[in-house]
């Protein structure tokens, strides 16, 4: 009896409602906008700071330390801002975040010493970064598993193209008195209407809403297990996970978007203005590498289901490794338009990881779980790295010059991750599969065929 009712039509997973959320993709462009600042507030700092350390008398070691602290104080804000969606829900925080992180934007640039500063852009990064986390699982529970790499690869495309075109015009600013203030007043109005735009375009799907096994459940049947501290430390006994994890602390691309600028300024003798163009180029290469990434990992997974996206996410990082060695460790005559193209490569190289690496990780994750699993990723571990390599590039640039630090990091480091990721081939499909048995048992229990 019970194998033939679940055999009826009822019990069967409802593809179509899988694949039509209401709202998917107004949210989609809505959240790139969330996503656009925190980038925008990364691209800031790093292409006023020639001019900042010109007003207030600061070194490559000043800017290290203003993105370390600004990524060390997201380390707890991340989970916060995630367990804050789960009570207030996830509109209203994501309003909360982006208006707050402008405001702070604003007040940053009334400062007129390196303390005040660092405090406010550190108090900006804490807010922004809760955006992150909660717009990952929002897309998540917006799109099936076979579109994740689409959906995201739309996502991180626009919102790093953004990030990285507007950094050549807030630089615009570095040419008058002051500028600086202006550019970091052009930021904080930036995030304010990112957040008004999410008070009233955005509606949220509600957890799991994607899930071909729990599509056509009301999120009660969907969500049957609360959040609490033992299921997110639950997620370090998925193997998959806890590599990916590891893996971001060796992600030593981060670093060109931090002192990419200041490289070319001080070890090449680009103008700060001139320099900045290669922000132009390299949004591009990241807006190809993320939209036809993600639309090409549908044909990874159609041709290599349990370890394509495995593969692909380990050529990202052989791509970036060589294409940084010869974009950084030769010296190019002829103007900045050579470095434009390296540039260009390396925006491609890094905008592959988006659209394949949160697929991958949403794959083996409950859906109620994905919110903290991108808040202990991006907001925690990424978080790490960022502060990791900007403390010791930038201490390590003032005696070693940032061509050697960007050898051994953006090179070395890239080679090795490449390697690390390989232990996916063997955790990544029992994980995954894991996951699917989880929701099918779940439908069955909710349709009373267990």
């Known amino acids: 009896m019970t194998t033939q009712h679940s055999a009826a039509p009822t019990a069967a997973p409802d593809t179509a409602a899988a694949s039509q959320v209401p709202h998917r993709w107004r949210n989609l462009l809505t959240l790139t906008g969330v996503i656009s600042v925190d980038n925008t507030e990364n691209t800031a700092t790093s292409v006023l700071f020639p001019s900042i350390s010109s007003a207030l008398g600061l070194t490559s070691g000043h800017l290290g330390t203003l993105a370390a602290l600004g990524k060390v104080a997201s380390v707890p804000t991340g989970p916060f801002w995630v367990w804050t969606a789960g009570r207030l829900g996830r509109r209203a925080t994501l309003v909360l975040t982006t208006v707050l992180g402008g405001l702070f934007g604003v007040l940053a640039g009334f400062a007129h010493g390196f303390g005040t500063l660092l405090l406010f852009n550190t108090i900006m990064a804490a807010c922004l970064i809760g955006a992150s986390p909660i717009a990952n699982a929002v897309i998540a529970d917006s799109f099936t598993d ?213 697929p991958l990780v949403t794959a083996v994750v409950l859906p109620e779980l994905r919110g903290q699993a991108f808040a202990i990723w991006l907001s925690v571990f990424e978080t790490m790295a960022w502060a990791l390599f900007a403390l010791v590039a930038g201490r390590l640039a003032e005696s070693l010059g940032l061509q050697e630090v960007f050898l051994w990091v953006m090179v070395v480091c890239m080679l090795l991750n490449a390697a690390v990721l390989g232990v996916l081939h063997t955790t990544y499909p029992r994980d995954a599969r894991r996951v699917r048995h989880a929701l099918e048992e779940r439908r069955r229990l909710a349709r009373g065929t267990a």
């Open 146 to 358: 076979r579109e994740r790499g689409k959906a995201v690869g739309i996502l991180y495309g626009i919102a790093n193209a953004f990030g990285q075109v507007i950094g050549p015009v807030v630089a615009l600013f570095t040419g008058f008195t002051d500028g600086w203030r202006y550019g970091m007043w052009a930021i904080g109005g930036v995030c304010i209407l990112a957040g008004l735009m999410i008070a009233l375009l955005f509606k949220d799907p509600g957890v799991g809403a994607a899930e071909e096994q729990l599509a056509d459940l009301n999120e009660t049947a969907r969500v049957k297990d609360t959040v609490t501290v033992k299921s997110v430390l639950s997620l370090f006994r998925v193997p998959t996970y806890s590599v990916m994890m590891l893996s971001r602390l060796l992600s030593g691309h981060l670093l060109i978007v931090i002192f990419g600028i200041q490289f070319l300024v001080t070890e090449r003798g680009f103008s700060n203005a001139a320099a900045a163009a290669v922000g132009i180029p390299f949004g591009v290469g990241y807006l190809a590498g993320t939209i036809g990434g993600g639309y090409f990992l549908v044909f990874v997974d159609r041709w290599w289901p349990q370890r394509g996206r495995v593969a692909y996410l380990q050529l990202a990082q052989v791509l970036f490794a060589v294409v940084a060695f010869f974009g950084t460790q030769f010296h190019y005559s002829g103007g900045i338009g050579i470095y434009c193209v390296f540039w260009a490569l390396m925006g491609f190289g890094q905008g592959v990881n988006p659209s394949v690496n949160r």
